[in-house]
């Protein structure tokens, strides 16, 4: 897990992150507000509130995948300890990409049998669900293999992500227009917190479970 001077560097690089979905948002509320009333309802307002909710969303995910780092590295989470299969997990998290985060799965290979494990359910769904979209965001062509061997999840993609491991986040580009940015480093520690892992095998993600 990261170092205490690590978790340092979160803090200035989420700061930094912050800045431009921040002023997009105080960007589009200004213009809104200097709009005539018949005009708030047009499309460019229409068009003014989405900017808005995109930004703020971005800065939500931030934000919230922080938080939820700095508490697993402190000890803050207590982890409920609940039986799972692992299957239900990726189904959760491929029904979640879809609906909320507009990743078409349908063409996916999913091939789980049964493989239970022990966790906080919320929290092991959160780290399924950032390490299938890590796959399918960095993929240029986004058909994507998931399948269970053994005690580890296997997730392949038919282009992988280069490099498929993301360098830590303050080492990465800044921008990230989804607000993910932090999300693979926060899989690998839940994962690390449960007693599993996440890492690079044959040239798929493997996230293993304890």
């Known amino acids: 897990m990261p170092s205490p001077g690590k978790r340092g560097k979160y803090l200035g ?16 509320c200004d213009l809104l507000k200097r709009m005539e009333g018949p005009d ?23 934000i919230d995948d922080f938080f939820t780092i700095e508490r697993l590295l402190e000890h803050g989470y207590e982890l409920r300890r609940e039986p799972i299969e ?15 985060e507009g990743i078409e799965t349908s063409g996916w290979k999913v ?8 966790g906080d359910v919320e929290m092991l769904r959160r780290a399924v ?4 979209e890590h796959m399918a965001r960095g993929s240029p062509r986004p058909l994507l293999s998931i399948r269970s061997e053994g005690p580890v999840l296997s997730i ?3 282009t992988p992500p280069s490099p498929l491991i993301p360098p830590p ?5 800044s921008g990230d227009p989804t607000g993910a940015v932090l999300s693979f480093a926060l ?24």
Do not use: Y
Request: charge should be positive; hydrophobic fraction near 45%.
């Open 169 to 173: 986040p303050e080492e990465r580009p």
């Open 86 to 100: 692992v299957k239900d997990l990726v189904d959760s998290a491929l029904q979640m990409l879809s609906e909320k």
């Open 111 to 118: 091939q789980v049998g049964p493989l239970a494990t022990t």
């Open 13 to 28: 690089f989420v700061a930094h992150e912050l800045k431009n979905p921040l002023a997009t948002a105080l960007w589009s």
């Open 187 to 210: 899989a690998a520690a839940i994962l690390e917190a449960h007693g599993g892992g996440l890492e690079e095998r044959d040239g798929a993600l493997a996230l293993l479970f304890a």
């Open 40 to 62: 708030r309802t047009g499309e460019r307002a229409e068009k003014m509130i989405d900017v808005s909710l995109r930004a703020l969303r971005r800065m939500r995910r931030l």
């Open 156 to 158: 392949r993609a038919e």
């Open 129 to 132: 669900r950032a390490a299938i």
